[in-house]
């Protein structure tokens, strides 16, 4: 009997103590004062002055020179794709190793996503092996990219920062103007990450943010679009706040709109949680070092570090099993969440979803050798 799904217990234990979730959310500043704020003025749907105060700390955390509030992740990527112009004969590239939400949003524009591999050392979308894929199966018109094999468009890539460690955004990047596909970035698990010095969100033409109850920073439900382009931005919010135009008291909508914006309540949760994310981010590094240090110690299993020239925010901590280390999986998820250690393996690869399973690809080998072999740790900051 190997003692591997035992050690890795301990060596977790020795960090997180007995019993630890795999992330909560942290109720420890303003929330209280700026949600009762709220309650007192009446100022609770979605016009509010929280929700423009979410917004300027959010393009001051990011950089990014706009922020527009969503009522979710999920609605902000939708909205991005509206804008990015993808609709119902087109595909658009997505990592087949994410959450599905970054999937099901191309799918509501009716549009197909196109799975691609992921590279181990960002876990993000391999770009070299894009390339390559891109080149066997598409090729330029004078329309931008078409997928040879079905006939459709190609309008846009979809990347994503797993678990909050930046992809390769300078190769993506690269490929996106060779192949003029839209560049949007899924940094819903990336606040606080930086690629290169710069905060993820900002090399895409639009970017979207999540704060669902899971995420470093949390508004109950949310999320956020960050775009650097003026006209876009004001794209999102009238498309996300039901295409209304602006009069003092007649209802004019001037397309189909989305009732999309972020109410104030949630905002001003939001605010006095983006007031903890430094005091967080730092928290999370010094639990990441506590893991790396405690793994370096064990056979058979390696902690998941930052690439290189990034920051990571390591919202979830990453250990991988060694490739003849797969059979033991679901035995360690077993011995770790029964001693109250909440682990979870990665998000069933898009493409062995039913709904997604006849979706175009390419070889997704990386991918599905990831999620045989990964594994979330707790990572609340408070374990720090
Ligand atoms: C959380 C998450 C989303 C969706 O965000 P919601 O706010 O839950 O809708 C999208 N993509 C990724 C990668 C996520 O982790």
């Given at each position: 009997m190997t003692r591997l799904p035992s050690l890795i217990?301990?060596?977790?234990?020795?960090?997180?103590?007995?019993?630890?979730?795999?992330?909560?959310?942290?109720?420890s500043g303003n929330e209280w004062e700026y949600v009762k704020d709220c309650l007192d003025t009446e100022w609770v749907s979605t016009v509010g002055s929280y929700v423009?105060?979410?917004?300027?700390?959010?393009?001051?955390?990011?950089?990014?020179?706009?922020a527009i509030a969503t009522s979710s992740g999920t609605s902000a990527l939708h909205a991005c794709l509206i804008v990015a112009g993808v609709g119902r004969e087109d595909e658009v590239i997505v990592p087949a190793l994410t959450f599905v939400a970054t999937a099901n949003a191309v799918?509501?524009?009716?549009?197909?996503?196109?799975?691609?591999?992921?590279?181990?050392t960002t876990l993000g979308i391999d770009a070299a092996k894009l390339d390559q894929h891109l080149s066997d199966t598409a090729e330029l018109t004078g329309d931008g990219c078409r997928n040879r094999k079905t006939g459709r468009s190609i309008r846009a890539l979809i990347c994503m920062h797993t678990f909050g460690h930046p992809c390769d955004l300078d190769g993506l990047k690269a490929l996106c103007?060779?192949?003029?596909?839209?560049?949007?970035?899924?940094?819903?698990?990336?606040?606080?990450?930086?690629?290169?010095?710069?905060?993820?969100?900002n090399t895409g033409v639009l970017s979207a943010l999540s704060f669902n109850g899971n995420k470093i920073i949390t508004t109950g439900g949310g999320g956020a679009v960050l775009t650097n382009d003026e006209d876009l931005a004001r794209r999102i919010k009238h498309i996300t706040t039901t295409a209304?135009?602006?009069h003092a008291w007649e209802f004019v909508h001037d397309e189909i709109g989305y009732n999309y914006r972020l109410p104030n309540v949630n905002a001003a949760i939001g605010c006095a949680q983006l007031e903890k994310l430094p005091?967080?981010?730092?928290?999370?590094?010094?639990?990441?070092?506590?893991?790396?240090?405690?793994?370096?110690?064990?056979?058979?299993?390696?902690?998941?570090?930052?690439?290189?020239?990034?920051?990571?925010n390591y919202w979830l901590n990453v250990v991988m099993l060694d490739e003849d280390k797969i059979e033991l999986r679901d035995v360690i998820l077993e011995a770790l969440n029964g001693a109250g250690l909440m682990s979870r393996p990665a998000w069933t690869p898009m493409h062995m979803l039913e709904m997604f399973g006849k979706c175009p690809r390419g070889d997704l080998s990386t991918a599905e050798s990831v999620f045989r072999r990964l594994i979330n740790i707790p990572s609340s900051p408070r374990l720090a």
């Open positions: 217990t301990e060596a977790v234990a020795s960090v997180a103590g007995d019993n630890a979730p795999l992330h909560t959310p942290e109720i423009n105060r979410f917004e300027e700390a959010l393009t001051e955390i990011t950089g990014a020179k706009f799918a509501y524009q009716g549009a197909t996503p196109h799975f691609v591999d992921c590279e181990l103007d060779r192949w003029r596909l839209v560049l949007i970035e899924d940094a819903a698990e990336s606040i606080g990450s930086y690629y290169k010095g710069q905060h993820t969100g209304k135009t602006p005091e967080w981010l730092h928290q999370k590094r010094a639990l990441a070092a506590k893991y790396r240090d405690v793994m370096k110690e064990l056979a058979g299993i390696s902690y998941f570090d930052e690439p290189a020239e990034c920051v990571s």
